[in-house]
């Protein structure tokens, strides 16, 4: 045994040097055989995605020409024990719109006042330019909208996903993707007040002037808004624009639009009646009896129709004595239109030299009592004797804050009652003003009991006037 190991090691050890090359020679034959095999696993492997591929082309093939049991087979391969697998499968496709602009959506959470209103088939309507924050507004009231940006896309079927019946041969149900979503909005609360100042500011462009006449008759005709342009630039509903308009001097023509009165024109009317009614020769213009047939007679062509029937409207009181064309004007409302033409334009000036400058316009026996300016001008006292400062909300800034930060500028003190007047343009109801809070004082748009002022500084009235908003 011993020799045979030894015979054995004797020529391995002669040989060495050939060994050596054969193993070189048997490494470069692993390593093309490991090439070649290599090659062959390459080779072999779009073999088996040959196959996979070739499962996946007979899905799509099937699925494309609606063979519902073959994708039925194939898709329940891995639940073989299901019985009750529901054989109704949906294949949802794209739309020819799902790329248009006109698929983009909006999903909006709302509350249950906007959903009664949808029930009851008003209108519901997203208002607003393109630099504006959107507003969704119901028939009778204003949601303002928080617009939330989300990074994900949300796919929108529009065809409710029902739960189908499970018959016993598979089945496709087809649904569309015809719209898409890339944000969402929440209502928030309605708001109490309107937005008279874009209003105002809109239809002073294209105001009323006493001189119209003189102009283009045929291009004066053409200026005005109608109702559907407003609506989308002041960002109200239709019953809010009509509350704003009641209150503001606005007169609709036969074509539809809305006119502004300008000061000029209201002053120059007024003077006119004025005189008629100092003049016992007409009979027909009277305090205690007017009518449009009287006061047509009488005024001046560029006076139009409309604007008489306004001023009977929203000036006068209707006679209740079964005549459609008698009423009676009412000489507070004569007074308060007359002082504000004096004061517009001036802002202030003493008591005494109103009251001569009135008395000069008014008809003559016309009584005027100091407590019919409230709510237009305030009677203060300085060094030289009172003075009478103008007030009108027509001529005051538009916003609850700017507005505060005005009157509490002129007075350091106010009660509720006291601020109520120079507010009824921006608030839509008396008791959207009462949410404030009733009865209270406030001093510097602070709420205060009814005890000595104390100062402070701009900066708090400000953000006082912020909170008062708020509230």
């Known amino acids: 045994m011993n020799r045979f190991i030894t015979k054995t090691k004797t020529p391995s ?30 080779q072999a492997t779009p073999d088996v995605q040959t196959k996979e591929e070739s499962l996946m082309s007979k899905l799509q093939f099937a699925i494309r020409n609606n063979d ?21 499968m949906t294949k949802v496709e794209f739309s020819s719109s799902f790329s248009d602009p006109t698929s983009e959506f909006m999903l909006l ?26 507003v969704l507004c119901t028939d009778n009231a204003t949601f303002p909208i928080k617009v939330i940006e989300s990074a994900t896309t949300v796919l929108l079927l ?19 993707v015809d719209g898409k979503c890339y944000s969402t909005g929440e209502l928030c609360s309605a708001v109490d007040v309107l937005n008279v100042g874009r209003l105002k500011e809109m239809l002073r462009e294209q105001e009323l002037r006493w001189d119209w006449k003189d102009k283009e008759e045929e291009e004066e005709l053409l200026k005005g808004y109608r109702m559907n342009d407003m609506l989308d630039s002041v960002q109200m509903s239709v019953g809010e624009l009509k509350t704003a308009l ?6 609709k023509f036969p074509n539809g639009r809305y006119r502004y009165l300008s000061h000029k024109f209201r002053g120059e009317m007024l003077g006119l009646i004025a005189q008629l009614l100092d003049e016992d020769s007409i009979e027909d213009v009277r305090f205690e009896s007017i009518s449009f047939s009287g ?13 008489i029937q306004w001023f009977l409207q929203t000036r006068c009181e209707k006679i209740a004595d079964g005549s459609d064309d008698r009423y009676q004007l009412p000489e507070t409302n004569l007074i308060r239109d007359f002082a504000v033409v004096l004061l517009h334009e001036v802002g202030s000036m003493p008591l005494r030299r ?51 930060l005005h009157l509490f500028e002129y007075r350091r003190l106010w009660t509720m009652e006291q601020l109520r007047p120079y507010f009824k343009d921006v608030y839509k109801s008396k008791m959207a003003f009462d949410k404030i809070n009733n009865g209270q004082h406030y001093e510097d748009g602070f709420q205060q009991q009814p005890i000595e002022s104390k100062s402070r500084s701009e900066s708090e009235l400000v953000n006082a006037s912020d909170a008062f908003q708020r509230r």
Do not use: W
Not at 362 to 380: C, M, R
């Open 354 to 404: 109103f009251s001569e400058l009135l008395n000069k316009i008014l008809p003559i026996g016309t009584n005027v009592d100091n407590a019919v300016f409230e709510g237009i001008a305030d009677i203060s006292d300085a060094s030289f004797g009172k003075i009478i400062t103008y007030l009108g909300p027509e001529d005051l800034p538009d916003t609850v804050k700017e507005r505060m």
């Open 13 to 42: 050890n002669k040989k060495e040097t050939p060994q050596k090359r054969l193993q070189t020679g048997t490494s470069r034959n692993e390593s093309t055989n490991k090439k070649n095999d290599s090659e062959c696993n390459v």
């Open 158 to 176: 529009h065809n409710c996903l029902d739960a189908p019946d499970s018959p016993t041969i598979p089945n496709f149900e087809f649904e569309s």
């Open 109 to 134: 959470s709302v509350d249950e006042s906007v959903v009664d209103a949808f029930k009851e088939s008003q209108r519901l309507t997203i208002r607003g330019e393109s630099t504006d924050e959107a």
């Open 68 to 88: 519902a049991q073959f994708t039925f087979d194939t898709l329940s391969t891995n639940r073989p024990f299901d019985n009750a697998m529901n054989k109704i």
């Open 246 to 251: 009641v209150d503001l001097p606005i007169v």
């Open 295 to 307: 006061l047509r007679a009488h005024l001046p062509e560029n006076v139009p129709d409309t604007v």
